[in-house]
């Protein structure tokens, strides 16, 4: 697996980590609350492998914004957060500086 890949897996992880752990009500429902640390777990770890070969400023940013920008989105759509232009702008800006980074290189890691 190269370290784009790791990193974009550990992405989604940061997003199902996030999720579940709004799911498990204060970690009150246990099949939530294990599958937010499973999740957590990997996550870190597949972040770490990433950083062996990314910048760790760009793999750090990309992994928190594929989180921030899943865990908005999921929100919005199981939560009933509120969607306000200013919030999807924001979001997009979020997405916008990803693919910055990774259209940026920073490193000799191939590319997705």
Do not use: D
């Not at 550990?10 to 752990?21: I, P």
């Not at 640390?37 to 594929?66: C, D, E, N, Q, R």
């Not at 999921?74 to 939560?79: A, R």
């Amino acid at each position: 697996m190269n370290a784009w890949t790791a990193l974009v897996v550990a992405g989604v992880l940061e997003v199902v980590w996030a999720t579940s752990m709004k799911a498990s009500q204060g970690f009150t429902r246990h099949h939530y609350t294990a599958l937010t640390f499973a999740a957590a777990w990997a996550s870190f770890w597949l972040l770490g492998t990433a950083m062996k070969t990314l910048p760790a400023g760009t793999a750090y940013a990309v992994w928190t914004g594929i989180g921030a920008v899943g865990v908005a989105v999921l929100g919005i759509l199981f939560f009933k957060e509120p969607v306000t232009l200013a919030r999807i702008g924001c979001i997009a800006l979020i997405v916008l500086g990803i693919a910055g980074l990774k259209m940026l290189g920073g490193s000799s890691a191939s590319g997705l």
